[in-house]
């Protein structure tokens, strides 16, 4: 019993005690884990605050709204920021507005400067420090060699500054070029005890400029102003900027304006010291918050938003416009479709970036807006930004004078720094700019020049490296090359008389007697043919053995090329129908062709010695056009110049290349197969694709004008001109060719990937259009009845796409068959409709005038499918 008693009592008193020290232990360990977790919340939001990096965005950026990637566009007008400074101590001085922060140096490589009526750029900046030594003496230095003063024990912080500042050890490290740059302020070299000293002061001692042009140049003076010195000290320069307070980053290093002397609060002075600016008196840039105001594309202006709900558009469209933009209105179609004529000029008001529409107000001219001023929407199709009065936000601008008679009165009435500026933005139906005295003012449009397009016109010649280097990275000169350029002919080496022989007598019966005369132009070989086809040397000159020479007949199966049929189509007596719809006869889609006069590459010639093995290779290419070209590829070669082929090209259903016509002439050149054909695309003047230019380039990785591997480059034992031309139907003229354009691919499948494309459509069925009517008029030698003919086919079935793109069907959507467009697809823009709606009747004409019938009922439509 006591035991029992004794026991109960002993479970009774350890169960209590327990619970008692667990209680103690979760108190503890609570308050442990509460601190843990406190104080890792708190490293979280510091790692978050360090973390949450702002999109930086400039003066002119484009952006579109994040919930609306395929909306309209913004344009941003400004931007408010302020900062978090990091000083080397490592305090932080927050929220301070980045108007108040100031370069580290005045002046920086790649600055534009002006000196009088000169402006130049900044190449390099030449430090005049201030130091203190060790032993009390006191010099300034003139840097002109980093190397010449070194941080002392630079660590991690002094190897990021790229300048001397303030507080900051040096050593002097080359004494002997030191002391013949420096000026002793107390002692001297010969009383110097150390190397090692303070910097007291730092800043630009000599500034060394490249200068650009001056103002009598501009003006076309008599009396030109002699060039400046390169190098100047800063007092002579005055720095011509924009939006330094909007440029600042992340990292950046700055100074605070002196805020007592700016008649800023007492508290934010206050604010200052208790921070300290250290002995550096320098600032890092910890953390950026901006704000920024946008001008959409309908002229409304978003003021103060947050830069993370929107998004930069790096790929702008060549139909967007902003409001106060200058445009020049195209004329819908001229007599050459190679040669768009521009009529009016007017002042761009208000853009529907869905619809492709654009409310212009017309009239302007040299002397304002004139006449009857009139606003009219009209499609963004018909309009061109204004070449001349176009410039880039922060571009350097010069001020014109109105003619040469006033160039002497100008220049004595006009302030240089108000000659010079950057330009701000369109305003009001001129244009802002900053004159470099830091004034802001409106100019008509045609009183400024960008400085870039002025040196073209000024000086052909290079201006400078620096400049060069600035201004290559802004042009694109692809469009501009010209392949295979008949002007630059290319002259064979005439010594291969091997080589031809064995050609000859290789081919003797497999080509008429043109291919042999070509031969004989091309190397300078006379001969003549015997009855048997055979070559009849007219000299005794010993032909050099060659295996080309041992072909037999098994090996040369093809037949002769037959020349083109030039019998006109007779006429059908017993229909009431123009002759030109007589059923078409057949157009062949290979055929040889006697002449080829208008070819581009007629007076290109082989830049070396003709390969052996050329002539069989043309012979095999020509073999495969004959046998394998699908129905809608046609190609003529030339008997006179088997070098030469000329391939047409009809566009596929389902693109906005639909029924028309593109045409290619091709040169073998001397090295072929080794080196891939040249081909040129007749232009017309139109940029319709992304690989084919206005000059006539194509630009595909299989001509090796533009970068592949694989099976995308020129196989010389694998690849033919078949291949090239099935490239350009399915590769180039495709039903998204906006996408062909270098790097667009990744824009596949996003929103503003697709509108840019259904504008891209929308914009080459139009140019497509215009190319019909170019080639109606002058058509490509040898293919005129093919022209005709197609025309005849396809003029109802094209015009009858036309009317369903007037009633709202998307370009490309319908089918070979004329199958109505679903649902799925959307409606084209009204721009679009717009444009066609002009376009339209001058095709007609066009055709009608060609005696085509354009009606659908025509018997003829759709025959060549």
Not at 282 to 305: A, E, H, P, Y
Request: contains cysteine; proline residues 5%.
């Amino acid at each position: 019993m006591d035991l029992f008693m004794i026991d109960s009592d002993t479970d009774e008193y350890t169960e209590s005690s327990d619970s008692e020290e667990l209680e103690e232990r979760e108190t503890i360990f609570s308050g442990h884990a509460q601190d843990i977790l406190t104080s890792l919340d708190e490293s979280i939001l510091k790692i978050d605050d360090f973390l949450s990096f702002e999109r930086g965005f400039s003066h002119g950026d484009i952006v579109s709204h994040i919930s609306d990637p395929s909306g309209q566009l913004g344009r941003v007008v400004d931007i408010d920021m302020v900062v978090d400074l990091e000083s080397q101590s490592g305090k932080v001085l927050r929220d301070v507005n980045s108007k108040r922060l100031v370069r580290v140096r005045s002046f920086m490589a790649g600055d534009y400067v002006i000196m009088g009526s000169w402006i130049g750029r900044v190449n390099q900046v030449i430090d005049l420090v201030k130091v203190v030594f060790n032993d009390g003496t006191k010099c300034e230095i003139l840097v002109k060699d980093p190397d010449m003063l070194v941080p002392v024990m630079p660590g991690w912080y002094e190897e990021m500054i790229q300048f001397y500042y303030p507080g900051q050890r040096v050593r002097m490290k080359n004494a002997s070029t030191g002391s013949k740059t420096a000026k002793w302020l107390c002692g001297d070299w010969g009383t110097k005890n150390s190397n090692e000293g303070t910097v007291c002061s730092a800043e630009a001692g000599l500034v060394q400029v490249y200068w650009i042009s001056s103002l009598s140049r501009v003006w076309g003076s008599c009396k030109t102003d002699p060039t400046p010195s390169s190098l100047q000290e800063p007092k002579n320069l005055t720095l011509l900027s924009c939006f330094q307070d909007a440029n600042w980053q992340l990292g950046d290093w700055c100074t605070l304006l002196d805020m007592a002397s700016a008649g800023a609060p007492k508290s934010s002075v206050k604010m200052v010291k208790n921070y300290g600016q250290g002995s550096s008196g320098i600032f890092t840039i910890s953390k950026t918050r901006t704000t920024i105001d946008v001008l959409w594309q309908n002229g409304l202006v978003s003021v103060g938003m947050d830069p993370r709900t929107v998004a930069p558009i790096s790929n702008l469209g060549d139909h967007d416009f902003w409001p106060e933009q200058f445009v020049l209105e195209k004329a819908i179609a001229s007599e050459e479709a190679c040669t768009p004529k521009f009529q009016r000029v007017g002042v761009v008001k208000k853009v529907d970036a869905l619809e492709r529409t654009v409310k212009v107000k017309w009239g302007r001219n040299q002397g304002g807006f004139v006449g009857d001023v009139k606003e009219e929407t009209v499609s963004a199709y018909e309009l061109v930004e204004h070449p001349d009065f176009s410039f880039c936000v922060g571009e350097v601008v010069v001020r014109l004078v109105p003619s040469l008679d006033k160039v002497e009165e100008a220049k004595s009435g006009f302030d240089s720094l108000l000659c010079f500026g950057n330009f701000v933005g369109h305003k009001e139906g001129g244009v802002e700019v900053k004159w470099a005295n830091g004034v802001l003012s409106k100019v008509d449009p045609f009183e400024i020049c960008g400085l870039e397009r002025l040196l073209d016109i000024v000086s052909p010649q290079p201006v400078s490296e620096v400049i060069t280097n600035a201004t290559d990275s802004t042009r694109f000169t692809d469009e501009q090359e010209d392949q295979g350029s008949p002007d630059d002919p290319k002259i064979l080496d005439e010594s291969s008389y091997d080589c031809v022989e064995s050609l000859r007598k290789a081919t003797a019966r497999l080509f008429p007697k043109a291919a042999f005369d070509f031969l004989s132009d091309l190397f300078g070989r006379p001969h003549v043919l015997n009855h048997s086809g055979m070559v009849k040397e007219e000299t005794n000159n010993q032909v050099v053995g060659s295996t080309e020479r041992q072909l037999d007949a098994n090996e040369t199966t093809k037949p002769e090329p037959k020349k083109l049929q030039k019998e006109a189509a007779k006429p059908n007596e017993t229909s009431d129908l123009p002759v030109i719809y007589a059923k078409p006869r057949e157009f062949k889609r290979f055929d040889v062709i006697d002449e080829c006069t208008d070819h581009y590459f007629t007076n290109q010639t082989g830049s070396s010695l003709v390969k052996k093995g050329w002539l069989k290779k043309i012979q095999q290419e020509w073999s495969i056009l004959e046998n394998n070209l699908p129905e809608s590829i046609y190609v003529r070669a030339c008997e006179e110049r088997m070098d030469l082929l000329r391939a047409c090209i009809i566009g596929a259903a389902g693109t906005p290349y639909h029924d028309g016509l593109f045409f290619f002439d091709i040169f073998f050149p001397a090295d072929y197969p080794h080196e891939p054909p040249l081909v040129h695309y007749h232009s017309g003047g139109l940029r319709l694709n992304p690989n084919l230019y206005e000059s006539g380039k194509v630009c595909l990785s299989l001509l090796n004008t533009w970068t592949g591997s694989g099976t995308e480059v020129w196989d010389p034992k694998s690849s033919t001109v078949l291949q090239v031309l099935l490239s350009l139907q399915a590769l180039v003229l495709n039903e998204k060719p906006y996408f062909n354009e270098a790097g667009y691919d990744k824009q596949v499948g996003r929103a503003d990937g697709e509108k840019n494309s259904v504008t891209y459509n929308e914009n080459a069925f139009l140019l497509s259009c215009k190319s019909m009517m170019y080639l109606i008029q002058k058509p490509p030698k040898h293919f005129e009845d093919f022209i005709r003919e197609h025309f005849t086919c396809h003029a109802p079935r094209l015009i009858t796409a036309c009317k369903a793109y007037l009633d709202g069907a998307q370009v490309g959507s319908l089918c070979k068959n004329e199958e109505p467009f679903g649902a799925c697809h959307k409606s084209c823009s009204t721009g679009f409709k717009l444009m066609l709606a002009k376009l339209l009747p001058k095709l007609v004409s066009t055709f009608t005038e060609m005696g085509i019938d354009c009606n659908p009922s025509n018997p003829l439509a759709h025959v060549s499918g």
